[in-house]
């Protein structure tokens, strides 16, 4: 898909052969119009229907890229096909804003408001709440506040978050305790 998030090793799949086909190659280059291009792999002889054409390492990579597959025919003709993808090797950056670590709270009819602050350079994906080592919800989209029965007594809470592209980040387990 168009602009997909994307991290870490990447299989592009597709396909890559025909009647009068001879080889192909998978390049890639910065930006959504790139000027510069590099192969990944080798150039390859061997015809490919909705298999594996390349492997990606996009590791020390964040950004925009373009994706390009160039089939090359018998005749010399070249067919290219380009896509574009956003490369998303940076986790999300998550921090618990309410309550504070050690923190004394009072309940409100028997309910505490938690919150958390999170930002992401391209999409988030998916904010899981554990509060007691027990996941009590999944948000997908702000506000990342989340209204919790809260019951008298020690309490700890931690939050996990991931991007569109995976990237996965776990903040410190806070402690907090309830008063009423």
Not at 146 to 153: I, N, T
């Amino acid at each position: 898909v168009i602009f997909s998030s994307v991290s870490g090793k990447v299989s592009i799949i597709g396909n890559a052969s025909g009647s009068d086909f001879s080889s192909y190659m998978v390049q890639v280059g910065e930006g959504i119009n790139p000027t510069n291009w590099q192969q990944i792999g080798s150039t390859s002889t061997t015809p490919v229907t909705n298999g594996e054409l390349a492997v990606w390492e996009t590791k020390n990579l964040n950004g925009l890229y373009a994706i390009r597959l160039n089939v090359i025919k018998t005749n010399q003709e070249i067919q290219t096909s380009i896509i574009q993808v956003t490369v998303d090797n940076t986790p999300p950056q998550v921090h618990i804003t309410y309550p504070q670590d050690g923190q004394t709270i009072e309940s409100v009819r028997g309910t505490i408001t938690l919150s958390i602050d999170i930002q992401d350079e391209v999409n988030l994906g998916n904010v899981e709440w554990h509060v007691d080592d027990r996941l009590v919800s999944t948000q997908t989209s702000p506000p990342f506040v989340l209204l919790f029965d809260a019951s008298k007594g020690k309490h700890t809470l931690l939050i996990t978050a991931w991007d569109a592209a995976g990237n996965k980040t776990t903040t410190d387990k806070i402690q907090f305790t309830v008063e009423k």
